[in-house]
């Protein structure tokens, strides 16, 4: 099975224990907490990831760190996924985790790209169209790029809405060319 498979059957598996325990965000975070401390410290990333430490180890390092910080069905889970050998999964499962989340919850990450840094209330405005337009909870990530002019880019999964105005002013090039180059046609014909 591709990793990418796999990752999400165990955060499935995470999602629906959560479920049962009436626990869905709260998990979510500590897997979270988990995936993070391996993304950003490369000492305990290596310690969980490389094979010539024993899992048992591991598993004793896991159990102390996290056994009165996070919930105990999310301390289990991490120590399942070190007697299956998955732990180097554990970010993708946290990211997977996330993602059933969102759509349990009617949420959906969406990439918008501005001209200039965007005011509280501009982003709450983009924020309520977005979410009206999808029918859902939009969560905007903003990204400032001058080359777009004007206006903003939205992307939503596969879907990108090219309103800015270097998209504009291109379309406006191009016809204009297009036109000289009908007229210089015709000129031709006549000539």
Same mark, same amino acid.
């Given at each position: 099975?591709?990793?990418?498979? /796999?990752?999400? +059957?165990? #955060?499935?598996?995470?999602?629906?224990?959560?479920s049962? +325990?009436?626990?869905l965000? =709260?998990?979510?975070?500590a897997?979270?907490?988990? #995936?993070?401390l391996?993304?950003?410290?490369?000492? $305990?990333?290596l310690?969980? @990831?490389t094979?010539?430490?024993?899992? #048992?180890?591991?598993? #004793?390092?896991?159990?102390?760190?996290?056994?009165? =910080?996070?919930? *105990? &069905?999310v301390? +289990? $889970?991490?120590?399942?996924t070190?007697? *299956?050998?998955?732990?180097?999964?554990?970010?993708?499962?946290?990211?997977?985790?996330h993602?059933?989340?969102?759509? &349990?919850?009617?949420? @959906?990450?969406?990439?918008?790209?501005?001209?200039?840094?965007?005011?509280?209330?501009?982003? @709450?405005?983009?924020?309520?169209?977005?979410?009206?337009?999808?029918g859902?909870?939009?969560?905007? &990530? /903003?990204?400032?790029?001058?080359?777009?002019v004007?206006?903003l880019?939205?992307?939503?999964?596969?879907?990108?809405?090219?309103? =800015?105005?270097?998209?504009?002013?291109?379309?406006?090039?191009?016809?204009?060319?297009?036109?000289?180059?009908?007229?210089? =046609?015709?000129?031709a014909?006549?000539?």
């Amino acid at each position: 099975m591709r990793d990418e498979t /796999v990752a999400r +059957n165990y #955060a499935e598996t995470l999602f629906e224990l959560a479920s049962r +325990n009436d626990a869905l965000q =709260s998990y979510g975070d500590a897997v979270e907490t988990v #995936a993070k401390l391996i993304d950003e410290d490369a000492k $305990f990333r290596l310690f969980m @990831e490389t094979p010539r430490i024993d899992d #048992a180890d591991k598993k #004793a390092v896991i159990k102390k760190v996290f056994a009165d =910080s996070l919930p *105990k &069905h999310v301390v +289990n $889970f991490v120590l399942v996924t070190i007697d *299956k050998r998955r732990q180097r999964l554990l970010r993708s499962i946290s990211q997977q985790y996330h993602s059933l989340l969102d759509a &349990h919850m009617g949420r @959906e990450h969406v990439q918008v790209t501005v001209a200039r840094p965007l005011d509280d209330a501009t982003r @709450e405005v983009i924020t309520e169209k977005l979410s009206a337009a999808l029918g859902k909870e939009a969560i905007p &990530h /903003v990204r400032v790029d001058a080359g777009i002019v004007g206006g903003l880019v939205v992307r939503t999964g596969d879907t990108i809405y090219d309103g =800015s105005i270097r998209r504009r002013l291109d379309g406006m090039r191009k016809r204009l060319l297009a036109a000289e180059l009908d007229t210089d =046609s015709g000129d031709a014909a006549t000539a």
